[in-house]
């Protein structure tokens, strides 16, 4: 063979294209290990987090509770709410007694005022009162709105055991007591007003919407009145 022949062949054998080697088994290895420890550090961050933000058996017996104390300050309320409202069906006679027995000028009522309508007064103040006698214990805006109720209560209650006493006073005995009584009245409607408000108030907040529950006032008294918002309406 000529030396052009073998330099053509030499040629031919540099240019041949080479078969890829086959890729070794450790490189295998070495990929399949990291993709093992990327899943593994996967599963481990999840878990992590997992326990992080997973809330504690003590947090969720809180809730639990909260949850309860919420169930159970909607059904105060509304039992509530009734509970006034028969007690100002039941004090409504008595104001209207107390209206005309001790008018807001000061002077004694009117002789009309029999014994026995006193005694009326009496029992029904005595049954508003024993209405609010232990209350439960709720959460602390129902809790404001029934104290003050059932302080207004006990403060009807004194008011007519003044008017009681005065009627056996004259002069200006009679007179002292009588002024007393008036500025018990006044007292016992605007400490009313303040339940009426704070009950109209946790209604609303309860979603039962404005329950209105006040007692007639005159001007000048200072109570609060209720507010032009329908019954049952969400309006705050």
Do not use: C
Not at 130 to 151: C, M
Not at 193 to 210: K, P, Q, R
């Amino acid at each position: 063979m000529s030396a052009l022949g073998n330099r053509s062949q030499e040629v031919a054998t540099i240019n041949r294209p080479r078969r890829p080697a086959p890729a070794r088994p450790a490189t295998r290895g070495r990929v399949l290990a990291l993709a093992f420890a990327f899943a593994l550090g996967a599963l481990v961050a999840g878990g992590v987090v997992f326990g992080v933000t997973r809330p504690s058996s003590i947090e969720q017996a809180a809730d639990r509770l909260r949850a309860e104390s919420a169930l159970r300050d909607r059904t105060q309320i509304r039992t509530l709410t009734e509970l006034a409202r028969g007690t100002r069906t039941r004090l409504l006679p008595v104001l209207d007694g107390l209206a005309l027995a001790l008018p807001g000028d000061g002077p004694a009522g009117p002789v009309a005022v029999t014994a026995a309508d006193v005694e009326k007064w009496r029992q029904a103040a005595a049954a508003a009162v024993q209405g609010f006698a232990d209350p439960p214990s709720g959460e602390t805006a129902t809790n404001v709105a029934r104290s003050s109720l059932a302080s207004a209560v006990r403060q009807f209650a004194t008011t007519v055991d003044t008017y009681t006493m005065a009627r056996d006073l004259t002069g200006p005995a009679r007179a002292a007591a009588l002024d007393l009584a008036a500025r018990q009245r006044a007292g016992a409607l605007f400490t009313w007003s303040i339940g009426a408000t704070a009950l109209d108030a946790v209604n609303i907040d309860a979603g039962y919407g404005h329950q209105h529950v006040f007692l007639p006032t005159s001007p000048g008294e200072g109570a609060l009145t209720p507010d032009t918002e329908p019954e049952g309406s969400h309006q705050p």
